[in-house]
């Protein structure tokens, strides 16, 4: 992510990091001091372009990765359920698509413009339809909404559709952004923008609002947005754990821990809207604890997988019918738009 930089400007980032750290001159003697100088240069370079909005070729990249683990985890899912309907096959096709508008648009400025943003509103729509058909399909199950637990956790996963527009909605935000070799005086250009031919007809108010809203963006001023985003994706990250564990009757006690960490999130996310400080200290704490402990379920579902009947002499039937792979990362997902909502700057 970090770009080159002069040898005297990069040699004052070094030193800066080194004295935020409280580092003394003979702690960067030899090849370790060497590696920790540049590390800390990377570091502080990175946060630097990302509160000032210059990360669109990682956000990206991000992005279209997002895209391809939400659609191979609806790839499992749909198998269960023998694509009984056509519009199971959307998402199979978006998200490919999404992820290699991910992966272009980080080395194509082009493509991050066009492609990225209608690939990511694609992928945005069909999570909302899905998540109207899950509903549909909850409903048309034996007692329907009247017996709401059992139908929601043996029904379609109820809230899966939803999660898959996480990519999406990173994807959108970093059409906004500003590439990590963009000059700084950038910064104003959203300002003499002019306004698109099909707009015209858009009320003024509406389009000065927009204006302000994506040059904000543009210099990483959105992390109330941000904020919201992760206390939603919270809330459907844990109820997609609750009644996923409930199917197995939380066997191990370890699969509490999503649960019980779903609602921190959410609250602190909340408090981050409204609360500076919760947005610089609490919430990056438990965010970084949700990305460890998607990595962990990430772990543990690969073990169980590879504890059924078969093991590994039979990986695409354990892979389909055993726990949900991929799910445990859209949880570390939401931990990651926590940790990056905590680098970001408040609006003016």
Request: proline share 6%; with cysteine.
């Given at each position: 992510?970090?770009?080159?930089?002069?040898?005297?400007?990069a040699?004052?980032?070094a030193?800066?990091?080194?004295?935020?750290?409280g580092?003394?001159p003979?702690?960067?003697r030899?090849v370790?001091?060497?590696?920790?100088?540049?590390?800390?240069?990377?570091?502080?370079?990175?946060?630097?372009?990302?509160?000032?909005?210059?990360?669109?070729?990682?956000?990206?990249?991000?992005a279209?990765l997002?895209?391809?683990?939400?659609g191979l985890e609806?790839?499992?899912?749909?198998?269960?359920?023998?694509?009984g309907q056509?519009?199971?096959?959307?998402?199979?096709?978006?998200s490919?698509?999404?992820?290699i508008?991910?992966?272009?648009g980080?080395?194509?400025?082009?493509?991050?413009?066009t492609?990225?943003?209608?690939?990511?509103?694609?992928l945005?729509?069909?999570g909302?339809?899905?998540f109207?058909?899950?509903?549909?399909g909850i409903?048309?199950?034996?007692?329907?909404?009247?017996i709401?637990?059992v139908n929601?956790?043996m029904?379609p996963p109820?809230f899966?559709?939803?999660?898959?527009?996480?990519?999406?909605?990173?994807?959108?935000i970093?059409?906004f952004?500003?590439r990590e070799?963009?000059?700084?005086r950038?910064r104003?250009a959203?300002?003499?923008?002019?306004?698109?031919?099909?707009a015209?007809?858009?009320?003024?108010s509406?389009?000065?609002?927009?204006r302000?809203i994506s040059?904000?963006i543009?210099?990483?001023r959105?992390?109330?947005?941000l904020a919201g985003?992760?206390?939603?994706?919270?809330?459907l990250?844990g109820?997609?754990s609750?009644?996923s564990?409930?199917?197995?009757?939380?066997?191990?006690?370890?699969?509490w821990?999503p649960?019980?960490l779903s609602?921190v999130?959410?609250?602190?996310?909340l408090?981050?809207?409204?609360?500076r400080?919760?947005a610089?200290?609490?919430?990056?704490?438990?965010?970084?604890?949700?990305?460890l402990?998607?990595l962990?379920g990430?772990?543990?579902?690969?073990r169980?997988?590879l504890?059924?009947?078969?093991?590994?002499?039979?990986?695409?039937?354990?892979?389909v019918?055993?726990p949900?792979?991929f799910?445990p990362?859209?949880f570390a997902a939401t931990?990651f738009?926590?940790i990056?909502?905590s680098?970001?700057?408040?609006p003016?």
């Amino acid at each position: 992510m970090a770009v080159e930089m002069p040898a005297r400007i990069a040699q004052s980032v070094a030193r800066t990091s080194e004295q935020r750290l409280g580092l003394r001159p003979r702690h960067r003697r030899g090849v370790a001091g060497a590696l920790f100088s540049v590390l800390t240069r990377d570091v502080t370079i990175t946060e630097q372009h990302v509160r000032e909005g210059r990360f669109q070729r990682s956000l990206a990249l991000i992005a279209g990765l997002s895209g391809l683990l939400g659609g191979l985890e609806v790839t499992t899912e749909h198998y269960q359920g023998s694509y009984g309907q056509r519009i199971m096959y959307s998402p199979l096709l978006i998200s490919p698509v999404l992820f290699i508008a991910g992966v272009w648009g980080a080395f194509n400025r082009r493509i991050a413009r066009t492609l990225l943003p209608l690939s990511s509103l694609a992928l945005l729509a069909d999570g909302l339809i899905g998540f109207v058909f899950h509903i549909r399909g909850i409903k048309r199950k034996p007692g329907g909404w009247r017996i709401p637990v059992v139908n929601i956790v043996m029904g379609p996963p109820l809230f899966a559709p939803l999660l898959l527009t996480i990519g999406g909605f990173l994807g959108i935000i970093a059409t906004f952004l500003r590439r990590e070799d963009d000059p700084v005086r950038d910064r104003l250009a959203s300002n003499t923008a002019s306004v698109p031919g099909w707009a015209r007809w858009v009320p003024k108010s509406l389009l000065q609002e927009e204006r302000l809203i994506s040059h904000e963006i543009r210099e990483g001023r959105f992390q109330r947005i941000l904020a919201g985003a992760t206390a939603v994706s919270a809330v459907l990250n844990g109820c997609e754990s609750l009644y996923s564990h409930y199917k197995n009757k939380f066997r191990y006690r370890i699969q509490w821990t999503p649960v019980l960490l779903s609602p921190v999130i959410f609250v602190v996310s909340l408090g981050a809207i409204f609360n500076r400080w919760m947005a610089r200290t609490l919430l990056p704490v438990m965010s970084l604890l949700a990305t460890l402990n998607g990595l962990v379920g990430f772990f543990y579902h690969i073990r169980g997988s590879l504890r059924r009947p078969g093991g590994v002499k039979k990986p695409f039937y354990n892979l389909v019918y055993g726990p949900p792979v991929f799910a445990p990362l859209l949880f570390a997902a939401t931990g990651f738009l926590g940790i990056l909502t905590s680098l970001l700057r408040r609006p003016r």
